[in-house]
């Protein structure tokens, strides 16, 4: 742990992040309540290859280069969805850059995880969105990243933790509570909806990974 101090949590429940705490606290909504819990963020590595775009589970108008690390929608505004190509560790961070934006669009980027195989769905059942067509499916879970946010060269980082939730960054910046409820007794994968004013994200390699749990 050392002496370094743990960053403030911003908790994304409107779609409008905000600081809560200006010391080592955040804080959650329990049923109208605010909870303080500490947290803390030791070092943690993954010793396995970044994660890929799945080359075969995917929307119909996702391209993929070579390496699997890019994906283009290539038409409209949806059927843009894509799956890592492996399972996500808990605390391991998905890290993409939004490399391409158009704006003659609206919406924007959809992500999340599923507890099921993409290796499993069949073209067919790939639908056209990830919100709210497969979020309203058991072992699926996703949502918008804002608009605004959603700026051409901003690098998205998303993770899930021990508690079933999952956070995001932009820019390696403060860590946003997007999501809870996460069934975490299974392997999840990661999907990434290129939809709207996203048209092309490019994974990026793992760097040092900072792992963010409640004690």
Known sequence: MGNSTPK???VDTTLQPRPVATRQYYTLPNNGAAVERRTSAPPVSINMESPRF???AKGKNIRLDGQLRRATRKNSFCNGITFSHRPVHLYEKVRLRLTGVHTGWSGALRFGFTSLDPSELAAA???KYACPDLVTRPGYW???LPERLA???NILAFWADRHGRVFYSINEGEPILFHCGLSIGCPLWA???IYGITQEVTLL???CQQRQHVC
Do not use: R, S, V
């Open 191 to 193: 999907i990434i909806d």
């Open 142 to 144: 996703a949502k918008a």
């Open 151 to 153: 700026l051409k060269d």
């Open 125 to 127: 059942d790939i639908p």
């Open 54 to 56: 799945h080359p075969h």
């Open 205 to 207: 390699a793992a760097c």
């Open 8 to 10: 403030p949590l911003i």
